[in-house]
C-alpha cells in the first residue's frame, strides 16, 4: 500500500466568535494556520519524519502571536507566562514534555530534546529552563511571551472575576492550545502540543498539553491525537490515549473514536473541547464542540484552513 503522508492541526478551540472576528484577524490567524501546515508538510515530503514535521509545525505556531502558546501566550493570574509542551514519537513510543516553563523560547524545541532520552521525560517550572539552557535552546526573558491582546485578556478575566461573570466568558477569552499530528512516507506518525493555559489560570497549574495520554498520544497501532480545551477534563478521561485505546481494543474507526471523546467531556461538564487526529491510514479527524476552532491539515491534494465553518 502507498502510504500518502498528511499533517494536520489545531491552533485552539473556542475561538475568537465569528461576530468579532475582525477581517485582519481572520487573515493572520489563517496565514499562520497555512504556514504551519507548509512547513509541516515539507518535511514530510521531503522525506522527513513524522515527528520532525509536528515539531516544525508547533515552531511555527508557537512563533505567531494569534495563538496561545510561545510569543502570544495567556498570562497567569500572577501577571506572567507559564508554558507547557509535549511531544510522542509513534513509532517508538518514546516523549518528552515541560511544564511551568518561564524563559523557553520553543517549549517544544525542549519536549523533542527531553524524548531523545525520556527519562527524565517530563520536567517542570525553573528545572525545564534549567535543562533547556544547558542543552543549548534559546532562553527568552518572559515577557518575550507577551502581547497587548493577551494583556487585555487577563484583564477582562479578572474584571469578570470581580464582576462575578466569569461564567460568560468566552472560549477565546479563558484558554487556546496548539497541537499538529502527522503520518510520514513510512508509515511511522507523530503528535505535539504546546499551550500557554487559560488566561488568569492560578500559579503553577499544569493542564493536560504536557500529560502523555490526556493531551498528546501517538502510536503506530491506531493513531496520533493533539487535544485542545478544558485540560482538567481531558486529564481525568485520559482524552488521547482513550482514542487509541476504543480504536485498538474496540475496533473503533479514527471518527468515532475521537468523537465519542469529545461527547466524553461534554458529558462530564463540558467547557469547550478540540482535538486533531490521524490514524495509520492518513485519515484526518477534526472534532470540536465549540463555536470554531482553528484548524487545519495538508496532504499531496493541497491544503485545507478553517476556523468556523464547516
Not at 91 to 102: D, E, I, P, S, Y
Not at 220 to 239: H, M, N, Q, W
Request: hydrophobic letters at 45%; proline letters at 3%.
Amino acid at each position: 500500500m502507498t502510504i500518502r503522508p498528511v499533517i494536520a492541526l489545531h491552533g485552539g478551540a473556542g475561538t475568537i466568535s465569528k461576530a468579532s472576528l475582525t477581517p485582519e484577524a481572520d487573515a493572520a490567524a489563517r496565514a499562520g494556520l497555512r504556514g504551519a501546515l507548509e512547513a509541516g508538510y515539507a518535511m514530510l515530503s521531503a522525506g522527513g519524519t513524522a515527528l520532525d514535521a509536528v515539531t516544525a509545525a508547533v515552531v511555527a505556531l508557537e512563533s505567531h502571536p494569534s495563538f496561545n502558546s510561545g510569543h502570544g501566550a495567556a498570562f497567569n493570574r500572577g501577571g506572567f507566562h507559564e508554558l507547557d509542551a509535549s511531544i510522542m514519537d509513534g513509532r517508538t513510543g518514546l516523549a518528552g514534555a515541560v511544564a511551568g516553563a518561564r524563559r523557553i523560547k520553543h517549549p517544544i524545541l525542549a519536549a523533542r530534546a527531553l524524548a531523545k532520552q525520556a527519562d527524565p521525560l517530563l520536567l517542570i517550572g525553573e528545572a525545564a529552563d534549567t535543562w533547556a539552557g544547558q542543552n543549548g535552546l534559546e532562553l527568552v526573558e518572559n515577557t518575550f511571551f507577551s502581547t497587548d491582546s493577551r494583556r487585555e485578556m487577563l484583564r477582562r478575566m479578572l474584571e469578570r472575576e470581580q464582576l462575578g461573570t466569569l461564567a460568560q466568558a468566552t472560549e477565546q477569552e479563558k484558554h487556546g492550545t496548539v497541537g499538529a499530528v502527522a503520518l510520514d512516507l513510512d508509515g511511522h506518525l507523530a503528535a505535539a502540543t504546546s499551550t500557554g493555559g487559560y488566561t488568569a489560570k492560578p500559579v503553577g497549574r499544569v493542564g493536560d498539553s504536557p500529560i502523555i495520554g490526556a493531551g498528546t498520544w501517538a502510536d503506530d497501532r491506531t493513531c496520533a491525537v493533539s487535544g485542545t480545551g478544558k485540560g482538567e477534563l481531558f486529564i481525568r478521561t485520559a482524552l488521547a490515549h482513550s482514542i487509541h485505546a476504543r480504536m485498538l481494543y474496540a475496533g473503533q474507526t479514527l471518527a468515532q473514536a475521537a468523537q465519542a471523546q469529545i461527547d466524553e467531556t461534554a458529558r462530564l461538564g463540558g467547557g469547550g473541547a478540540g482535538l486533531c487526529a490521524v490514524d495509520t491510514c492518513g485519515n484526518v479527524a477534526l472534532p470540536f464542540d465549540t463555536e470554531g476552532m482553528y484548524r487545519g491539515w495538508m496532504n499531496a491534494d493541497g491544503v485545507y484552513v478553517a476556523i468556523h465553518e464547516n
